[in-house]
């Protein structure tokens, strides 16, 4: 039996949950009500990149300091 985990924290998931945790969904969309996937890919996969960027905007200030 294949178990659902959450897309964003990847823990289990408890039943009527679906892709994400309600807490997960607002870290992840910025609101309570997840899209879920009606989503298509690419869309995950843009917002997945604009977490990425994110980060990678940390690490360059964090370059720039020396
Ligand atoms: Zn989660």
Redesign the pocket.
């Known amino acids: 039996m294949k178990e659902r985990r ?1 897309l ?2 990847y ?1 289990p998931l408890p039943d009527g949950v679906i892709d ?2 309600p ?2 969904t607002k870290k992840f969309f910025g609101t309570e009500t997840a899209p879920t996937l009606d989503y298509d890919n690419e869309q995950m996969k843009e917002l997945a990149k604009e977490i990425v960027i994110k980060s990678v905007a940390v690490t360059e200030c964090n370059q720039n300091y020396h």
């Open positions: 959450c964003y924290c823990q994400f945790h807490a997960c």
